[in-house]
């Protein structure tokens, strides 16, 4: 007998846990042949507010991640290259510094200031204060801001120098973090193209997706926090055949109200409405329909749309809000009664007469 999709009712924030308390219970009672799978549909939300890490990169850095992916804390999302003697010398000194990145406002121009630990930094200055020309940046006034922005980055790093046989100096600012004390010694002698300091690793410190931005002066990597959100609060839906056995079994999990029912009977959900809830679930593939259009937003906020690709292919929908920027918009669509907010590409829907 072949499954059909129903619709539980649960307490609500228990979606998860009756989800779980089912499948626990088919293990341990072996009725799989009444229940199948069984859906919480989510969605990942961005906290686009401000990103939970920020990255400064140099233009040489290589990225590992594209914008708008998903990471994972702990995964490597760009590195530095390494850093190699340009010429054969001997290196006369290593000294601790500061790397202080002040940029303008509009982007356009940086300067970068190695500020000698023991100078000391000036009071109250950190990332993201703005400065101004003539300001002290160290607290002996040697060092001077030369231009008004605002500072992008402050980072502890190890001054070498290295001096050549003609007399010449060579100069390396080292991150701490790769700094190697065995490979860099006052005294030291040193050949041309001998490592100083190996690839410099960035790793992902919170999960969340990628926003990659291209600077005329650096590179940044920003990472958004994202959270998973029920898109039907109260509801998991299920695939089984439903018999007083089957009906039982599921009644009688903790935090099932019953079945989204009519008459006293539950209702079987139709294969147009579950199709999108298995795609968004991963449980049904779509193809991505990627055809070149010519972009033109003929649309307004109440018209009606068809969706012709995605999830929702085949649903329409009345457009709420338009934003020509991005060329999207935000259709609600009629779900099993209710209204839920689905964002699209213009090239994802077309206008119902």
């Known amino acids: 007998m072949k499954k059909n999709w129903y619709i539980i009712v649960t307490m609500s924030g228990y979606e998860e846990k009756v989800k779980e308390n089912i499948e626990r219970k088919i293990e341990a009672t072996g009725i799989r042949n009444f229940v199948g799978r069984i859906v919480v549909p989510e969605e990942v939300v961005l906290d686009a507010t401000s990103p939970s890490e920020r990255i400064i990169l140099s233009p ?4 590992h991640v594209s914008n708008g992916k998903d990471v994972n804390k702990g995964d490597l999302i760009a590195e530095e290259p390494p850093i190699y003697a340009r010429r054969n010398g001997v290196i006369i000194e290593v000294k601790n510094v500061r790397k202080m990145v002040i940029e303008t406002i509009d982007k356009k121009y940086t300067k970068t200031y190695y500020i000698l630990e023991s100078a000391g930094i000036e009071t109250g200055l950190k990332v993201g204060t703005k400065v ?3 300001l002290p940046l160290s607290k002996n006034e040697e060092y001077i801001c030369e231009l008004d922005g605002r500072i992008v980055e402050i980072e ?3 001054k070498v120098v290295v001096q050549t046989a003609e007399g010449e100096q060579d100069v390396y600012y080292i991150p701490k973090d790769v700094f190697d004390r065995t490979r860099i010694k006052k005294g ?12 410099r690793k960035f790793f992902a410190k919170v999960s969340g997706r990628v926003e990659v931005v ?32 089957a009906y039982n079994f599921v009644r009688s999990v903790p935090y099932v109200m019953g079945f989204v029912s009519s008459g ?30 010519k972009v033109e937003m003929g649309f307004k906020v109440g018209d009606t749309v068809k969706i012709i690709s995605g999830p929702f292919e085949d649903f329409a929908g009345v457009i709420k809000e338009i934003d020509p920027e991005r060329q ?22 077309e206008k119902i007469e």
């Not at 040489?60 to 990225?63: E, G, I, P, S, W």
């Not at 030291?188 to 690839?199: D, F, I, N």
């Open 60 to 63: 040489k850095a290589r990225l």
């Open 132 to 134: 101004k020309q003539g």
């Open 156 to 158: 502890r790093m190890k």
């Open 188 to 199: 030291k002698e040193v050949k041309q193209g001998e490592m100083l300091a190996e690839a």
């Open 214 to 245: 291209d600077y005329p002066t650096r590179k940044e990597i920003r990472i958004y926090k994202t959270k998973k959100r029920k898109l039907f609060p109260g509801y998991v839906f299920v695939e089984m055949i439903m018999n007083d056995e």
């Open 264 to 293: 006293g009977q539950p209702i079987p959900v139709k294969d147009k409405e579950i199709r999108p809830i298995l795609r968004l679930a991963g449980l049904e593939e779509y193809e991505e329909k990627k055809k070149p259009v």
């Open 328 to 349: 999207e918009l935000k259709v609600n669509v009629t779900i099993f009664g209710r209204e839920t907010p689905v964002v699209l590409h213009i090239s994802e829907v």
